[in-house]
């Protein structure tokens, strides 16, 4: 049985979402569809290890791509 607080998957129509209940009445939920991480304030802590200029491909799109190159769908 749902309670607030609990996560949950529900099916959509985007495929399986996590969800958090947030209010659950007799014949619905209220959920919240949001990252568990959403609204919180990250700190990282990172270590640069190599820097390369920019490919012309990279320029062009206005991004950087990952090892092995990049691929839009």
């Known amino acids: 049985k749902w309670q607030p607080g609990m996560l949950a998957l529900v099916h959509t129509e985007h495929g ?3 969800v958090l209940i947030k209010k659950v009445g ?3 939920a209220t959920v919240d569809l949001n990252h ?3 609204g919180k ?3 990282f802590d ?3 290890i ?3 200029e920019a490919t012309a491909e990279e ?3 206005g991004h ?3 090892e092995g190159g990049h691929h839009h769908h």
Do not use: C, N, S, Y
Request: proline share 4%; charged share 25%.
């Open 16 to 18: 399986q979402r996590q």
């Open 26 to 28: 007799k014949f619905m």
């Open 36 to 38: 568990p991480l959403a």
């Open 41 to 43: 304030t990250l700190t």
């Open 46 to 48: 990172l270590e640069v």
């Open 50 to 52: 190599d820097v390369r």
């Open 59 to 61: 320029i062009e799109h």
């Open 64 to 66: 950087a791509h990952g």
